[in-house]
């Protein structure tokens, strides 16, 4: 059985996935958990990501963290393939998989029965140019134009995003949201369980959730990365852009701080409307004492 966990920022995704891998071990059925979370791909970007430590993931066998070098471009395409080798794996053993995360596209690419169209190096190149040439917001109103849906669920900053978008438009001739996953059909049975939490309680704890971030050590995590050259989507994570902006004397600390909790509030936002697509969810109340056997009573049915 695929058990999935999903959730907007904040939601506490980790620590539901760790009591079910706990649970079930103790009821004789091994547990094996799967990330999908895309900035939890790379090796060193632990604070921002709030990735678990080893020694807080309870023994439970962990998957998909640490993958990529800081240099590498995390590629959605190759998440899919990845993670489903890592699933056939696990129930290879006898376990049960649990795909936890909240970066919405690289779970439905998991679980929905989705082929990515190629791509098209001539179209990607020269689009690749327009975006350093122009910068992300123009490629966004570019976008707008021809897959206003498409725009609005990438946002105007990711430009990594805008380009891949914008490439399949071209390519295919029809908007780019039109081949992304959906309730259609899954990849193989599974159980879905999202939590949730009220607006006016998740922002005062994404909040602070960054606030913690600085205290944590942030900066110096972002200072140790730099000399590496980060690639693109690395060097554009929330939290770590602008911790590279306060290390370059662009921003003051709380400045930094101040923008991260806006953007990490809209990304949030965008996982709650991602996530509502799904017909298949369970919805679950992040702060309910009685989650646990809610989903655990979900998995029985």
Do not use: C
């Amino acid at each position: 059985m695929l058990i999935v966990v999903v959730g907007a920022t904040g939601t506490g995704k980790s620590g539901l996935s760790l009591d079910l891998a706990e649970s079930l071990t103790a009821q004789g059925q091994p547990v094996e958990i799967v990330n999908a979370d895309a900035m939890q791909l790379y090796r060193g970007m632990d604070i921002g990501t709030a990735k678990l430590p080893l020694d807080e993931r309870r023994g439970i066998p962990h998957h998909m963290l640490d993958v990529l070098d800081v240099r590498d471009e995390a590629s959605v395409a190759d998440y899919q393939t990845d993670a489903r080798q890592a699933i056939a794996a696990i129930e290879s053993r006898g376990a049960w998989p649990i795909l936890v995360g909240g970066s919405g596209l690289y779970v439905s690419s998991v679980i929905y029965d989705f082929r990515f169209p190629g791509t098209d190096p001539e179209i990607r190149e020269r689009l690749e140019a327009d975006l350093v040439r122009v910068g992300p917001g123009l490629m966004h109103r570019r976008l707008v134009a021809v897959d206003p849906a498409a725009a609005a669920a990438i946002g105007p900053s990711n430009g990594r995003r805008l380009v891949r978008a914008l490439e399949v438009v071209e390519m295919t001739g029809e908007p780019f949201g039109a081949g992304l996953p959906g309730d259609e059909a899954l990849w193989r049975p599974a159980t879905i369980l999202g939590l949730r939490a009220p607006r006016d309680e998740l922002v005062p704890l994404l909040d602070a959730r960054v606030e913690q971030m600085w205290q944590h050590g942030i900066v110096d995590e972002m200072a140790a990365l730099l000399p590496r050259e980060l690639g693109i989507t690395a060097s554009r994570a929330i939290g770590y852009a602008q911790a590279a902006a306060q290390l370059r004397g662009e921003m003051t600390e709380r400045e930094a701080v101040e923008q991260t909790q806006l953007f990490t509030r809209k990304y949030a936002r965008r996982q709650v409307s991602w996530f509502r697509r799904y017909d298949a969810i369970h919805w679950l109340d992040y702060d309910d004492p009685q989650r646990l056997p809610s989903a655990l009573d979900r998995l029985a049915r």
